[in-house]
C-alpha cells in the first residue's frame, strides 16, 4: 500500500503553535466579538430611543423633525389632545411650529415665522 502525499502548507501547521499564540488569537476574537455585540446593542437601544422621541415625546420630536431650523429653545403655548403648538426660537427668529400626532408618531402641521 502506497500513502499518498498530503498538502500541508507551512502556515497551517498546528503543532507549532505555542499556547501563547493560540489564547492570544482566541483573546483578540473574543474582545472583537464582545465590542461587536456591544456596538449592535448600542445602536439598538438608540434607535428605541429616537423613535420613542418621535412617538411618544413631541418636545424632542420638534428638534428631530426640524434639524435645519437649528432650534434652540423652545416654549409649550398649547395643548390639546393630539396636537400642541410651540414658540421656537431658531436661527431666522421666532417661530410657531404646530405639532399634530398622527396614527403613530408626531409630525409638524404647520411653521410661522413671527414678528420680533
Not at 501563547?20 to 474582545?31: E, N, P
Not at 428605541?48 to 411618544?56: I, M
Request: charged share 30%.
Amino acid at each position: 500500500m502506497q500513502r499518498e502525499a498530503v498538502y500541508n502548507p507551512p502556515h497551517m501547521d498546528f503543532n507549532r503553535v505555542s499556547s501563547f499564540r493560540f489564547f492570544h488569537t482566541i483573546g483578540w476574537a473574543v474582545l472583537l466579538c464582545a465590542l461587536i455585540v456591544g456596538i449592535a446593542a448600542t445602536l439598538g437601544r438608540a434607535t428605541l430611543n429616537l423613535k420613542a422621541a418621535l412617538t411618544d415625546k413631541p418636545d424632542i420630536a420638534i428638534y428631530l423633525l426640524l434639524p435645519e431650523e437649528e432650534i434652540g429653545r423652545t416654549m409649550l403655548l398649547r395643548e390639546k389632545d393630539n396636537e400642541r403648538d410651540y414658540l421656537a426660537e431658531t436661527k431666522d427668529g421666532p417661530k410657531l411650529v404646530r405639532l399634530k400626532r398622527g396614527d403613530k408618531q408626531w409630525f409638524v402641521v404647520e411653521v410661522q415665522k413671527l414678528r420680533e
